[in-house]
C-alpha cells in the first residue's frame, strides 16, 4: 500500500462495552469520516463494516465470525493489558494494530492505516497461496501431458517438457491448462521443434 486510505463513508464497529473509550473513538472516527457502530454482541457475518474496532481485553473467541486469524476486514485491537495471552488473543483475531487504552486521539489514524495495510498484504499472500496450491494441485496434469508428448513425438522428457511450456507461451495460457486441453482431446498435440 503505497498512499494512506482516505476513511470517508467507511463504516467502522467498534466491539466494546460503551464508556470514555468508545466516547473517545467514535468522536475521533466521526471525525475521519466514518460512520460508527457500537456493540458487545457477537458481529454477523451478514453485516460486515469495513473496518472492526474489538476490545482484546475482554474479548472471546465468538466475538467475530471468522476463525484462524483470517479477518474479512482490517482489524484493531483495543487493549489496556499487557498480558501476553490478550495480546495472543488478538493476533488470533486478525488484528493488525492495537490502540493502547486509554485511547489517544492521535493513535486513531495511524492504527487504521495500518490495519488496512496489513490486512490487504495478508489478503494477497493469502490469494497468492491459493494460486500456487492450485498450480500445485495441477502439476498431475502436467506430467502427464509430458509423458503423452513423449511417447507421441518419441522425445525425451526435458524435451517433451520444453514443448509443452512453448504451446503454454505461444498461447498465452498457463502450462496446466494446455496440459490439460491435451489430455482432453481439446488441443492436438504440439509438434516438436
Known sequence: ????????????????????????????????????????????????????????????????????????????????????GRIAWAMQQGAGAIIAKPVATSAVYPALVMAVAIHAERSAAAKHQQHLEERVRLRPLVHAAVQKIMAARKVDEEHAYSILRNCAMQRRYPMEQVAALILAGAEPLPEAG
Open 1 to 84: 500500500m503505497r498512499e494512506t486510505p482516505n476513511f470517508t463513508g467507511w463504516r467502522a464497529t467498534i466491539l466494546h462495552r460503551p464508556d470514555t473509550t468508545t466516547e473517545r473513538l467514535t468522536r475521533q472516527l466521526k471525525l475521519l469520516g466514518l460512520t460508527v457502530s457500537i456493540q458487545w454482541e457477537p458481529l454477523g457475518a451478514h453485516e460486515l463494516p469495513d473496518i472492526v474496532l474489538i476490545d482484546a481485553d475482554q474479548g472471546w473467541d465468538d466475538l467475530l465470525p471468522w476463525r484462524d486469524g483470517k479477518a474479512s476486514v482490517p482489524v484493531v485491537a483495543l487493549l489496556g493489558s499487557e498480558a501476553p
